[in-house]
């Protein structure tokens, strides 16, 4: 069973046509801590369940954007820009 991503651009497309960037994190402000750009930078939360992700469509829109998906079932929730307001911040 192949797994589909869904592009908000070109609809849900095989995997293998994207890169995974990661899981979304807060970006420090100016000025934070050093350990909290440490924190951004390396720790992830590996979450087992729902998490936003970085998705880029390689072979296609050649665009980035947001997607939720289940970690555990490995399905996607949906996908949007990342100016959307549905957008984890
Ligand atoms: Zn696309």
């Given at each position: 069973?192949?797994?589909?991503?869904?592009c908000?651009n070109c609809?849900?497309r095989?995997?293998?046509e994207?890169?995974?960037?990661?899981?979304?994190?807060?970006?420090?402000?100016?000025?934070?801590?050093?350990?909290?750009?440490?924190?951004?930078?390396?720790?992830?939360?590996?979450?087992?369940?729902?998490?936003?992700?970085?998705?880029?469509h390689r072979a296609g829109c050649r665009?980035?954007?947001?997607?939720?998906?289940?970690?555990?079932?490995?399905?996607?929730?949906?996908?949007?820009?990342?100016?959307?307001?549905?957008?984890?911040?």
């Amino acid at each position: 069973m192949s797994l589909l991503v869904p592009c908000p651009n070109c609809g849900p497309r095989e995997f293998t046509e994207f890169s995974y960037g990661g899981e979304t994190n807060a970006r420090p402000k100016p000025n934070a801590p050093v350990e909290k750009l440490a924190k951004y930078l390396y720790v992830r939360r590996n979450a087992s369940g729902p998490q936003q992700e970085w998705w880029y469509h390689r072979a296609g829109c050649r665009s980035w954007f947001l997607a939720r998906r289940d970690t555990v079932a490995n399905t996607f929730l949906g996908s949007y820009w990342p100016d959307d307001a549905r957008r984890e911040r």
